[in-house]
């Protein structure tokens, strides 16, 4: 009977510790902007992917709740979130040289020749300095990088195979100097507008163009107010993949590794399904009623030598020489390495 007694008190004790292990499990809050299907977003992977390795290989110790599609606010917000710690991660893009004004030299125009190049560069000796500066700077840490793609013009009104086709033409572009200084070097006129606002914009003829990556066009039904297409790949977007530091060293370091091993996979994760909406994408847009324009070599010349220096100036008043130097040898490298 004591035996029984005894047996019935553990099994009491021990019911009341096993919620507590349940509870114990550390979140992780992941936001992102992106829609949260991961084949056809490139965050929407990257949260997916993460959050499945992470619980996996922890065995549910780290959960992660991903918010996708801004619920948690816009890029901006999710960067402020991620740095004061009230969210533990977030993947961004270009509102990090709101924090971060380095990150400008990636927006330098026809920077990178191919999306192969990019990743060499940022996932090499150039991406780690910059990772490092970031943290230094800003009390994050890069747990790993992704991409947005090549943006490209679109336009209502003519196809654009040269700088001269660009003159007198409208474009809507975010509210950065570096794309306002990057459409007026090429003969066009910049016009910031909320991209909350775009397609309504082109729909009204308030601008004549706009430029964004293959899949946010095909994405957002921009073809349906857009004739032309001109994939001349002016600038090449990366995702950072951020977590607060404070929370990143709260953990063991066998944790620390994984959460690195998850990122870096959902980043590449989120570059392949860039990728093969970009390729699938192109074809797509033909079948909806777009003329696609491939620049020759010399055509590209063309827009890299009116664009680049202009940009680059700008650039280099921001955040001076050393960086925009840094990242041109970067890329030059990156390519040699490539082609050899």
Request: hydrophobic share 45%; glycine share 8%; proline share 5%.
């Amino acid at each position: 009977m004591k035996r029984l007694v005894k047996s019935t008190f553990l099994f009491f004790v021990l019911s009341l510790f096993i919620p507590l292990f349940v509870v114990s499990a550390q979140e992780i809050k992941f936001g992102h902007v992106d829609p949260p299907d991961p084949f056809t977003s490139k965050k929407g992977a990257i949260g997916v992917v993460f959050k499945n390795l992470v619980e996996a290989e922890t065995g549910g110790k780290i959960q992660v709740k991903v918010f996708p599609a801004g619920q948690l606010g816009a890029e901006r917000e999710l960067i402020e979130a991620t740095k004061l710690g009230t969210i533990q991660m977030c993947a961004v893009s270009a509102a990090i040289a709101g924090y971060y004004k380095e990150a400008q030299v990636l927006d330098i125009p026809y920077l990178f020749p191919s999306a192969p190049v990019a990743w060499r560069v940022m996932d090499g000796p150039f991406g780690k300095e910059m990772a490092a500066d970031i943290l230094k700077k800003t009390g994050m840490r890069v747990l790993a990088y992704g991409e947005t793609g090549f943006r490209n013009f679109t336009t209502s009104t003519k196809l654009i195979k040269s700088p001269a086709d660009m003159k007198g033409l409208k474009f809507r572009v975010m509210e950065s100097p570096v794309y306002i200084t990057l459409v007026k070097s090429l003969g066009g006129s910049p016009t910031p507008i909320a991209w909350s606002e775009t397609y309504t914009a082109l729909q009204q003829k308030v601008v004549d163009g706009q430029e964004n990556p293959v899949s946010v066009i095909l994405s957002n039904k921009l073809y349906e107010v857009q004739k032309y297409i001109t994939l001349d790949q002016h600038t090449y977007g990366v995702d950072f993949i951020l977590i607060n530091e404070k929370f990143f060293q709260s953990l063991p370091k066998e944790t620390q590794n994984i959460l690195k091993t998850a990122a870096i996979i959902a980043g590449n994760c989120g570059r392949a399904v860039q990728q093969l909406n970009s390729a699938i994408g192109v074809t797509q847009l033909r079948e909806k009623g777009m003329e696609v324009y491939v620049p020759t070599e010399a055509e590209k010349k063309q827009f890299k030598n009116l664009a680049q220096p202009a940009v680059i100036e700008y650039i280099e008043k921001q955040v001076g020489k050393v960086w925009v130097d840094k990242v041109m040898k970067a890329v030059k490298q990156a390519e040699a390495e490539i082609l050899k």
